[in-house]
């Protein structure tokens, strides 16, 4: 298995930005698939972001394209989710997660094997 540590998260006002970091151990990095998932108070986690394993395809849930950003580098097994121009409404813990085999669907969190233990992003108004 591998083991994923996320850090970054924290309280910010409306319109700022934090660095979400995601790190991994335990296997190489570079064959995982990794998805940014978030899970607001008495919500289901929704789907952010994934990032293939070389960093050239990424995808985004609409409610946050042209605001984050994600992205990896293997070479420090640690994938970063950049959030800027946050929203209230971007309030959630945010969990990283890792998958192995290519095909299935990133947008599902069902499809992930392994799973970070989240981080607190509050936006305030």
């Known amino acids: 298995q591998v083991q994923l540590v996320e850090s970054g998260g924290g309280l910010v006002q409306a319109g700022g930005s934090l660095r979400l970091s995601c790190e991994a151990s335990?296997?190489?990095?570079?064959?995982?698939?990794v998805g940014w998932f978030r899970q607001a108070p008495g919500m289901e986690r929704e789907f952010v972001a994934a990032?293939?394993?070389?960093?050239?395809?990424?995808d985004y849930v609409d409610s946050v394209r042209g605001r984050f950003t994600i992205s990896r580098d293997n070479a420090k097994n640690t994938a970063y989710l950049q959030m800027n121009s946050l929203k209230p409404e971007d309030t959630a813990v945010y969990y990283c997660?890792?998958?192995?085999?290519?095909?299935?669907?990133?947008?599902?969190?069902?499809?992930?094997?392994?799973w970070g233990q989240g981080t607190q992003v509050t936006v305030s108004s």
């Open positions: 997660a890792a998958l192995l085999i290519s095909g299935r669907n990133l947008t599902q969190a069902k499809e992930y094997d392994y």
């Open positions: 335990g296997r190489t990095f570079s064959l995982y698939f």
């Open positions: 990032i293939s394993r070389g960093g050239g395809r990424t």
